[in-house]
Each structure stands twice: as structure tokens, then as C-alpha cells.
């Protein structure tokens, strides 16, 4: 409460490693979790990651899985669709990384910004293998338990392209802004507001602005072993053609998740992800 962080470390570090009972040793843990967001708040903090992962996607293509498909066209007649034209299952690996760093500008504001790169690259149908690099740089603001961020960011995503990502399949190109509060130390809601300009250099007829809007919720069960998070979402993506209404589409979303800490170094966590999309028109 004095703000005397580095005696509070000291003096609990040294009891820490006296034969304490568990749910002390708990209560230590957490102040001196408390006290390194604290010192991190004030001074500025690089951080990175690396991963790596293989699996299985059973539609790398996002094809049908049917042989044969009724074109509206040609008066609804019946056409095959060659083998490679329907969905195609392939084992993958991933991997990529990234770099982020916050820098406080006041006790109260902070600048944050990262890069990242990600990698799936398929065994067999590599032509479907994809990658993106990702941007954002913006502020954040902490008012006692309100934290308000605006963001800047930008995607770039690839799809087999072998001349060293000289064109992007898709670009992205927007801002983000969240408002976040904290209840107490074991809940959090969070409301966000996004837009993005979509555009995809060779298919210009599918460029279109995204908005999305959506709010979450967050609880720690306990002193903090289990956290658990939920979000709902939704909004619109507007065709630029007006030619081309089966491009725009409205999008409901949901998101669940949890973490369980088993230690000070290790956990173990869990997420699920839903969206549905209604388009504007059939595709012709």
C-alpha cells in the first residue's frame, strides 16, 4: 500500500522460503504476481514467443464435399467437379512468432505495439498452404478499474505464393477500440468496437469494409488457478460492388475458453470458437 515494491518482494520472497502452509505460500504467489504487473506497468517491457505445431485439416480448400453441384447459370444443370475441385484433406505443420512492447508514457497511459508471422504449410497440397503477417501499434489508458485502448492494425494473408510474398491474397488494413473494467480481482468485462478494410488485389469484386462489435466476460475461479472466458460478437461486411451482393454478409460469433495454472510455470488451457454468416445473395 506504501508503493515500497521492492521491500514488499523482498520480505516475501524470505518468508516464501520458510516451511509455510499452502494457502499461504497461495497468498504470497498472488502479491508478487501483483507486484511484477505493477513494476512492468512502469517501465518498458519486450516480450516474444515462438510455436510450433502438425495436424490434420480435413478441408484445406474450403471446397465441397460434393462430386456434383447445380449451376443456376445454365438453367440449374448438373456439371461434375473434378476431384481436385472438392474438399481435400492434408496433415500440416505450423509454425511462427512474434515480438510486442509496451512503453509507458504516464503512471496512467501507454504506447503497445507488435509484430507476428504464422505458417501453415500442407504435406501434400501445398498449393492450399497459407501464412500472414500481422501488425498493431496504439494506447491504452488505465483509470482506476477502467482500462479504455485504441489500436491501429494491419494483416497480410498469403495463399501459395511462391515469389516470396511479393502479393498478398488479402490485405487488412483498420482500428479497434475496447473499453475494459474490472469488477474486483475475480471478474472483468470487456466491450470492443473494430473496423477493417478488406481488400483482395486480384479479386477486387470481394473487397469490402468489416465492422464488428462484441463484449466478454472473464472470472477466476478460487485465488486465480482457473479462468474462465466467454464473448459474444457480431456485425456486417459490406460489399464495395454493388454488383455483387452474395459478397457482403452479417456474422454472429462466440468464443469460450479456459486456463487452469497448475504452477508457477506451467498450465493448461482449452478454447472453442462458433461463427455463422448469412450472405446477401446467392453466389451466382
Do not use: C
Not at 477500440?177 to 470492443?192: A, E, K, L
Not at 497448475?262 to 498450465?267: G, I, M, V, W
Amino acid at each position: 500500500n506504501l508503493k515500497e515494491t521492492e521491500a514488499a518482494k523482498r520480505e516475501f520472497e524470505i518468508v516464501r522460503k520458510q516451511q509455510v502452509p499452502p494457502e499461504v505460500s497461495a497468498t504470497i504467489d498472488r502479491y508478487l504476481n501483483a507486484i511484477s504487473r505493477s513494476e512492468e506497468s512502469e517501465r518498458t517491457v519486450i516480450h516474444g514467443f515462438v510455436e510450433f505445431g502438425i495436424g490434420y485439416d480435413t478441408n484445406v480448400n474450403s471446397a465441397t464435399a460434393d462430386n456434383q453441384v447445380a449451376i443456376p447459370a445454365f438453367g440449374g444443370l448438373i456439371f461434375s467437379l473434378a476431384p481436385s475441385a472438392t474438399k481435400l484433406g492434408d496433415v500440416f505443420i505450423n509454425f511462427g512468432g512474434g515480438v510486442g512492447i509496451q512503453h509507458p508514457v504516464s503512471k496512467q497511459l501507454a504506447l503497445f505495439g507488435a509484430l507476428a508471422y504464422q505458417n501453415k504449410t500442407n504435406t501434400h497440397e501445398d498449393e492450399f498452404s497459407t501464412s500472414y503477417f500481422d501488425a498493431n501499434l496504439g494506447l491504452s489508458y488505465r483509470w482506476n478499474r477502467e482500462t479504455f485502448m485504441v489500436a491501429a492494425q494491419y494483416n497480410s494473408f498469403f495463399v501459395d505464393d511462391p515469389q516470396a510474398y511479393s502479393e498478398a491474397y488479402r490485405n487488412a488494413a483498420g482500428v479497434t477500440g475496447q473499453w475494459q473494467h474490472d469488477f474486483d480481482s475475480r471478474n472483468q468485462i470487456s466491450v470492443f468496437l473494430q473496423y477493417a478494410d478488406m481488400s483482395y488485389p486480384d479479386q477486387q469484386i470481394r473487397d469490402t469494409n468489416r465492422y464488428i462489435g462484441g463484449f466478454g466476460y472473464a472470472h477466476a475461479f478460487g485465488r486465480g488457478a482457473v479462468i474462465t472466458y466467454a464473448g459474444l460478437y457480431g456485425g456486417t461486411e459490406r460489399e464495395k460492388d454493388d454488383n455483387a451482393p452474395e459478397i457482403g454478409n452479417d456474422i454472429y460469433g462466440a468464443r469460450f475458453g479456459a486456463q487452469w495454472n497448475l504452477n508457477e510455470k506451467y498450465s493448461l488451457f482449452g478454447n472453442a470458437s462458433a461463427e455463422r454468416r448469412k450472405y446477401g445473395g446467392p453466389d451466382p
